[in-house]
């Protein structure tokens, strides 16, 4: 007989506990010391810490160019201006990401125009991007979701077929990699988030990488002061930015980019006991809890981190997937459902809202316009069905032994579940 849950009254599987993060050591205070103790706690050009992260982190994923900010959403801004997004211009995205993702089209400008996932996968549909392009849009958003590279061939191909500028959010995807080159490095312009949950962290903090010229350029103008646009301003229609720029001022602070530097160096280390664990865990539950799928990666591709994605193939209508989550965390496995749906929140169903913030019609005629609940289906599929799961950035394979057999617990005592289910019990 299967032992009692512990939603139910039973005894909790998981009695280790998780790591902390972020993983911070000697390298990362002694770094923030020396910046504290130089006084230079504002970086209004490009100084030595500035500076030194950005040639790291151009150094590692081998471009030419590399850009901080203040936030990995000022850092979308950047790079969606510096593709063209402006007032009257759309930018297609996919519904499951971050809501500062989907800001940062309108904070550039542009109007966004949301985009049904391929059925399967986490990711933004070619077949939508053809479909819901026009003559006002000017760049898609692929965002590598929970780490999972997205299938960027098809993409880029038909982004380049309509003249579509790619920029790639890798807010969950730093060292991901597809078909061997790193996600970041196949759009016009990648974009990486280093808040404290992030695989590098800064605190607060944001990094593009381009290997364009141009690009780097105006990516600085919304936010970045005019000490540096003055210096690094060169292209003659760029020039006359650089007294002012945007002014959003988007700048990292020197002890964020003093943090991130030496995460950096960490990277590495932290993804391969991310994929130890994940390994241990997926390896168990693949063999013994059948209505668990996982997304498979495409050959020569490597995953990020920030939680690992799985999808819920049990008959929902016996249990639901969130009654599952909530059996699962009772056992102390930390698994949750993803993010909300967000073009159904009121910021983006109330125009009056809406206008309150960003303009709904340019006039060009481009115009926000609110999307019916079922709008998108296999969205809608994907936000019922997912699961994540939360992988330890240090190796904690005892750990993953007892979430494994938590989750193999809870999938024993379905039957209870259903019982509980049917009863109306609060899920």
């Known amino acids: 007989m299967a032992e009692k849950l512990a939603l139910l009254g039973g005894p909790k599987t998981v009695t280790l506990t998780m790591p902390p993060y972020p993983v911070i050591g000697a390298e ?12 230079e706690l504002s970086d209004c050009g490009r100084g030595e810490v500035v500076a030194r992260m950005e040639d790291d982190f151009a150094k590692y994923f081998g471009t030419k160019y590399a850009l901080s900010f203040g ?39 542009g109007t966004p125009v949301f985009c049904d996932i391929k059925p399967g996968t986490f990711h933004i549909d070619p077949a939508e991007i053809r479909r819901k392009s026009g003559p006002h ?79 780097y350029q105006r990516a600085m103008i919304p936010g970045h002061h005019d000490a540096r646009l003055s210096l690094e301003l060169t292209l003659d229609d760029l020039k006359p930015f650089a007294n002012t720029g945007g002014y959003w001022k988007y700048r990292i602070p020197p002890v964020a980019a003093a943090i991130a530097t030496q ?22 539950l693949s063999k013994s809890v059948p209505f668990i799928a996982w997304p498979k990666l495409q050959p020569k591709s490597a995953r990020g981190w920030y939680g ?92 993953m032994d007892q979430a494994a057999a938590a989750v193999e617990k809870v999938a024993a005592n379905m039957s209870a579940l259903a019982r509980r289910q049917r009863s109306g019990r609060k899920n």
């Not at 992030?198 to 990488?209: Q, R």
């Not at 209508?317 to 967000?342: H, I, P, T």
Request: glycine share 8%; hydrophobic share 45%.
């Open 263 to 284: 995460q950096l160096q960490r990277l590495d280390t932290l993804n391969a006991a991310r994929q130890a664990n994940f390994d241990r865990l997926q390896g168990q």
């Open 308 to 399: 690992t994605p799985a999808w819920y193939e049990y008959d929902h209508r016996k249990v639901s997937r969130d009654l599952f989550m909530e059996a699962c965390r009772a056992e102390g496995v930390n698994l949750w459902g993803g993010y909300q749906n967000w073009f159904q929140v009121p910021l983006l169903q109330d125009l009056k809202l809406y206008s309150q913030l960003w303009p709904v019609k340019y006039a060009n005629g481009v115009e926000y316009k609110p999307l019916p609940p079922d709008a998108l289906p296999h969205d809608a599929e994907y936000l019922r069905k997912v699961l994540v799961f939360d992988i330890p950035a240090v190796e904690s394979l005892a750990l």
């Open 71 to 109: 936030s990995g959403t000022a850092t979308v801004h950047g790079a969606l201006f510096a593709v063209g997004v402006g007032p009257g211009t759309e930018v297609l995205t996919a519904n499951n990401t971050w809501m500062s993702a989907i800001a940062a089209i309108m904070h550039a400008g």
């Open 137 to 215: 849009t000017k760049a898609v958003i692929v965002t590598h979701l929970w780490g999972i590279p997205a299938d960027m061939d098809p993409i880029l191909k038909v982004a380049r077929k309509l003249r579509l500028a790619v920029v790639e959010d890798c807010s969950h995807a730093h060292g991901a990699r597809y078909k061997g080159k790193f996600v970041g490095t196949l759009g016009e312009v990648g974009c990486f988030s280093l808040q404290a949950s992030k695989a590098i962290v800064a605190g607060e903090g944001g990094i593009l990488v381009t290997n364009n010229q141009r690009y």
């Open 28 to 39: 990362e205070m002694c770094a923030v010391t020396r910046v504290v103790m130089s006084g």
